[in-house]
């Protein structure tokens, strides 16, 4: 009987170990996205890379991780694919919608919460 207490005691433990895991990632990319959504944005891409699904841009020093979608607006060119670093990107405060400014064009990207 002591055997199966415990047992059901360390899967329990396990279970709230990796609830809180998946908490705190989750929180972490909410906050990214808060700190994105309330920025202003005006200036030129130092940097730019791609993980997996998000792009993290380096704009003014201020790094920023998003997740764009394409659509017609960007002849529904990916982000990462038609930015280069030295573009011009601007966003004003409390917007989704991201501006690149690449040869000259004007391509429209919205930025989706995670």
Do not use: W
Not at 2 to 12: E, S
Not at 19 to 36: E, M, P, R, S
Not at 52 to 68: L, S
Not at 98 to 106: D, E, W, Y
């Amino acid at each position: 009987m002591r055997k199966i207490y415990n047992r059901a005691l360390v899967v329990c433990i396990i279970a709230i170990v990796v609830t809180a895991f998946f908490l705190l990632i989750n929180f972490v990319k909410t906050k990214k996205y808060q700190d994105f959504h309330a920025a202003q944005i005006n200036g030129k891409l130092d940097t730019l890379y791609r993980y997996r699904e998000f792009i993290t841009i380096d704009v003014n020093k201020q790094a920023y991780t998003i997740n764009t979608i394409s659509g017609p607006l960007s002849n529904y060119n990916q982000f990462d694919a038609i930015a280069k670093p030295g573009d011009a990107v601007y966003k004003l405060a409390n917007n989704d919608t991201l501006n690149l400014v690449h040869q000259g064009k004007v391509y429209l990207y919205t930025v989706k919460k995670y």
